[in-house]
């Protein structure tokens, strides 16, 4: 069964509004740190946002694959430099990261395409 990365994103992004009425103080420290970590310095965002995409592969997070995706798309990323990332994700994370790296290849194929009105 296809994974629908559009929904995904769509329904996690919706539970997490529910989160932050329920925790606000851990979640807006939680924002704090992922504004802090992938701030431009010795490494570009991009390069910031593809080792996160990575991460998400290799802890099997469908959500995480998502929002990575949409960022790196933002950000310009090519295909190729998605596919290489994800290369090495499967090399660290074996068989089910290579799994889940498929998973992300048809997430950035969804999500860079324009989406159905």
Known sequence: ???????ITRSTSASLAKL???????T????????AAGKEGALSAKTKELI??????????DACIGF???ALIRLG????????ALGMT???GGGPSLMY???ALAAYEELSAPAAS
Do not use: W
């Not at 996160?52 to 997070?61: I, K």
């Open 101 to 103: 790296a498929a998973d």
């Open 68 to 70: 990575h995706v949409q």
């Open 20 to 26: 932050r009425a329920g925790i606000p103080d851990v």
């Open 52 to 61: 996160a995409l990575a991460l998400g592969v290799a802890a099997h997070c």
């Open 90 to 92: 499967v090399y660290m």
């Open 28 to 35: 807006k420290g939680f924002s704090a740190l992922a504004q």
């Open 1 to 7: 069964m296809a994974k629908n990365y559009r929904e």
């Open 77 to 84: 990323a090519t295909r190729a430099e998605i596919e290489e």
